[in-house]
Each structure stands twice: as structure tokens, then as C-alpha cells.
């Protein structure tokens, strides 16, 4: 069976043998918290900084989350947020896809879920920043234009300690 819970709330279903949780992270389910951390560690062990932000992301409770659990154990996961534009208006964007052994299958669902979900409050744009191979390739494949190809961006960043 398959449905959105449009309030995200604790709904549960199953997609090609592979159960579901979807919900937003109020940043109180640490057993949930400690496995995402665990998984995106053992993907990015030398990248502390990323580890750092995504569990500041994680404490803080204001991002979403989609959940891939295969017999009880954590096999994936999307963190994600709404945001809105004066320019362009409402957009999805997406913080970090994490799967077990890089599973693009696992991704391809976790980024139609999320599409699913946010389609379904009328958004229509949804990003991503990846430096992950993987990730690119998988995005590619499900139709996301690279903007830094199409549209000659370029990202800047300033951080001021």
C-alpha cells in the first residue's frame, strides 16, 4: 500500500519491499538522530564539517526527514526543507541523501518521496548541492538540471568567524 500523510505525522508504508517511515523530525527521536549520524559518518568519515552541520541540522528539529527502513534498520534517509523565493517562489530544497553502500535505487525513492510530498502542497522546484558523484549521477538520471552547467552559476560562500 502507498499514501502521504499530508501533515507528515508517524505514517508508514511500503514501497517494492522496502518500509517507509515518513515524518518531520522534532529533534526528540535520538535513536533515529544517532543512526543518521552514524550512517552519514561512516559516508563522509574526514569530512567533520558536514558531519557537524548535519547534526546541527538534525538538534535544531527544522528540517524534515524521509526514512528508509528494510527489517527494522535504517538503510536511508533524505533531510530536507521548504523554502521561498521573491524571484521564483516556493521550493524544496535538499539538504543530504544518505544510503547504505551509496544504493541508488534507495536514493531514486527517497527523491520521489520527497517530490510526492511537496508536490502535493503545490511545490514544484526542488534543489540540491552535492559534491557526491554518486548523488550527481543519480539526479541526472531523474531529470534534475545541473545549473551551474545550464545556467552558468556559480556559488559563492563567505563564512566570517
Not at 535538499?94 to 531514486?108: A, F, M, P, W, Y
Request: hydrophobic share 35%.
Amino acid at each position: 500500500s502507498s499514501g502521504i500523510n499530508a501533515e507528515y505525522g508517524q505514517h508508514y508504508y511500503t514501497t517494492n519491499n522496502l518500509s517507509m517511515k515518513v515524518e518531520a523530525l522534532s529533534g526528540k527521536d535520538t535513536a533515529l538522530i544517532k543512526d543518521i549520524l552514524s550512517m552519514f559518518t561512516k559516508s563522509c568519515p574526514d569530512d567533520h564539517e558536514k558531519v557537524k552541520e548535519i547534526k546541527t541540522l538534525l538538534d535544531d528539529g527544522s528540517i524534515s526527514i524521509i526514512v528508509v527502513v528494510d527489517n527494522n534498520k535504517l538503510s536511508g534517509f533524505l533531510l530536507y526543507y521548504n523554502h521561498y523565493s521573491t524571484w521564483l517562489g516556493p521550493s524544496t530544497v535538499i539538504r543530504h541523501i544518505g544510503t547504505v553502500n551509496q544504493d541508488k535505487l534507495i536514493s531514486k525513492k527517497l527523491l520521489g518521496e520527497v517530490i510526492k510530498i511537496c508536490g502535493a502542497k503545490g511545490i514544484q522546484r526542488f534543489d540540491m548541492f552535492t559534491e557526491d558523484s554518486w548523488i550527481k549521477e543519480t539526479l541526472t538520471e531523474m531529470n534534475f538540471v545541473n545549473l551551474s552547467e545550464a545556467e552558468q552559476w556559480d556559488l559563492y560562500s563567505l563564512n566570517i568567524q
